[in-house]
């Protein structure tokens, strides 16, 4: 690419980067990844071989084509990384009944009984799992980030749900 080229998808990228970012904020699980993400839009747009921006019939089309790909990446590998400490924390401050609370040791246990229920899950249900009550995200957000429809996300969250609650029921 030619030094103009560069010149012009920096352009592109300043009069888009906010809107660019705010993209990433509605669309991505962590949204403290957003500006990382709209930085490496801007990054793939140097290093890819349209050429300048000239060759591109619409280029903002371009950089949002991009920005889907880039988030549709990001979500897969998300749905793929095996589930951390942070994630099993949040999901079971969040699931867990308050009546759990009563006694340190059945609290450990519960916890320990609801990871190995959670690593269990089928690899959408346990993202559906995640998403909503790790990341907080409605299910609107999440049936727009996996695109799907908000019934299929409650059927993931509710098949979620009872799955760990019966793995809990059996080893208990």
């Not at 249900?125 to 998403?131: E, F, G, K, Q």
């Not at 299929?152 to 029921?169: G, P, T």
Request: hydrophobic share 40%; charged share 30%; net charge negative.
């Amino acid at each position: 690419m030619s030094g103009g080229g560069t010149a012009l998808w920096t352009q592109l990228f300043a009069d888009h980067h906010a809107s660019l970012s705010g993209y990433f904020r509605r669309r991505i699980a962590d949204r403290s990844d957003a500006e990382d993400l709209a930085q490496e839009v801007y990054l793939r747009l140097l290093r890819s071989d349209a050429g300048t921006r000239s060759d591109i019939r619409n280029p903002e089309a371009y950089l949002y084509t991009v920005a889907a790909n880039l988030a549709r990446e990001h979500a897969a590998a998300r749905s793929r990384s095996p589930v951390t400490v942070e994630d099993i924390d949040c999901v079971a401050d969040s699931v867990a009944d308050e009546r759990l609370g009563e006694e340190a040791i059945e609290r450990e246990h519960r916890y320990r009984l609801l990871v190995e229920a959670i690593d269990r899950l089928p690899p959408k249900n346990r993202a559906v799992l995640l998403m909503q009550h790790r990341d907080e995200l409605s299910y609107r957000e999440i049936a727009e980030h996996l695109q799907v429809s908000t019934h299929m996300v409650k059927k993931h969250v509710v098949k979620a749900l009872a799955l760990c609650r019966r793995a809990i029921a059996a080893i208990e």
